[in-house]
């Protein structure tokens, strides 16, 4: 059994999508198939991908996605500094606590392939049992962003769920 598959069945996960083109279907996204790869790849069962308009209806689909109390949820999009990129602020007052040696290890992984990943205005923190983390809307930052969370996705989850043991 796999740190990401706990006695009472796989852990439950839900992708975010920030984009307005891929909302209004002017632009398919690229970045909730890489996702949701990963988590499947993870021992995750995940709910549909969400692809909402940049703002506050990507706070709606987190709180939507909290009601079904997942161990994770990953958002995609929204943390540059364009005027409509709120992904940053809608996730923040769910939050109970942040981690963010996470958002450091994102950002610093981004920024070895590009400058601009220090950009990115992301957080990752806790909201009761449930890990969220923001990553960016690029599917290789996205990748980078996966990639940083590889390792410690499993010991994460396992101590939201009161597993102490290391």
Same mark, same amino acid.
């Given at each position: 059994m796999s740190g990401c598959e706990p006695a009472r069945g796989p852990r439950k996960a839900g992708v975010v999508i920030a984009s307005n083109r891929a909302a209004a279907?002017?632009?398919?996204?690229?970045?909730? %198939? =890489?996702?949701?790869?990963?988590?499947?790849?993870?021992?995750? @069962?995940?709910?549909? !991908?969400?692809?909402?308009?940049?703002?506050? %209806? =990507?706070?709606?689909?987190?709180?939507?996605?909290?009601?079904? @109390?997942?161990?994770? !949820?990953?958002?995609?999009?929204?943390?540059g500094l364009s005027p409509d990129d709120l992904t940053p602020e809608v996730t923040l007052p769910l939050l109970d606590r942040e981690i963010p040696g996470l958002m450091e290890g994102i950002r610093r992984a981004g920024a070895a392939k590009t400058p601009m990943a220090m950009l990115s205005r992301g957080h990752a923190g806790t909201a009761g049992k449930t890990f969220?983390?923001?990553?960016?809307?690029?599917p290789k930052g996205v990748m980078d962003g996966l990639a940083v969370l590889d390792p410690v996705i499993g010991h994460l989850c396992d101590q939201l769920e009161g597993n102490h043991e290391h």
């Open positions: 279907g002017i632009y398919e996204d690229k970045t909730g %198939p =890489v996702i949701m790869d990963w988590l499947v790849e993870h021992g995750y @069962e995940t709910f549909p !991908v969400m692809v909402v308009p940049d703002g506050e %209806p =990507v706070g709606a689909a987190i709180r939507a996605l909290l009601t079904q @109390e997942p161990a994770v !949820v990953i958002t995609s999009g929204g943390t969220i983390v923001n990553l960016p809307g690029s």
